[in-house]
């Protein structure tokens, strides 16, 4: 072997481009029923509450978790802490921008981007939930009587989630409760 150095360089090393990447494999059929029976389940619960009390608990945001947590259990963003403190933390944001600036667009846009910044400090975040702190500033709901259906409507979901996350079809769920 010789001391000499080497005149040829290393080759390369190819990160994959956004052309040549591949989306993850199709999951189970049996995962993607327990995920859709469990969906399904826990927003028609929600539909079925809301109903019973005469109110409106099932609102887009929601639906929005229950796909993290019954189409991606094992993600960060859809553990119980995040889903349901995510939940309350960004309307918590919501109702303080709609106290101090009114409801408009403009207010609706900061709330959303300031639950960003509170979920992050709570270490809730929750993607979901940006789009209910931009809700309570457009429709200006009850600030109680939102929070405790909120509330009630995270638990249920999370609920139907530890039920299909024990079905042995899809990961355990929760990876971590708080």
């Not at 360089?9 to 189970?28: H, I």
């Not at 929600?46 to 929005?64: C, E, K």
């Not at 993607?127 to 638990?155: G, H």
């Amino acid at each position: 072997m010789s001391d000499a150095p080497s005149t040829t360089l290393p080759a390369p090393t190819r990160t994959p481009s956004l052309l040549t990447s591949k989306a993850p494999p199709r999951p189970k059929p049996s995962f993607v029923s327990v995920a859709t029976a469990g969906g399904t389940l826990a927003l028609v619960l929600l539909v079925a509450i809301g109903y019973a009390l005469d109110q409106t608990v099932l609102i887009p945001p929601l639906a929005a978790s229950a796909a993290l947590v019954f189409a991606a259990p094992t993600l960060p963003l859809a553990q119980p802490r995040n889903v349901i403190g995510g939940q309350l933390v960004s309307a918590l944001t919501g109702f303080v921008v709609l106290a101090v600036a009114g409801s408009s667009v403009w207010a609706s846009a900061v709330a959303g981007g300031l639950a960003i910044g509170a979920m992050a400090l709570a270490r809730t975040a929750h993607s979901p939930a940006a789009a209910t702190a931009v809700i309570v500033v457009v429709a200006q709901p009850s600030t109680l009587l939102f929070l405790a259906l909120l509330l009630l409507a995270t638990v249920v979901i999370v609920g139907v989630g530890v039920l299909a996350g024990r079905t042995g079809r899809t990961a355990r769920y929760p990876t971590y409760w708080w």
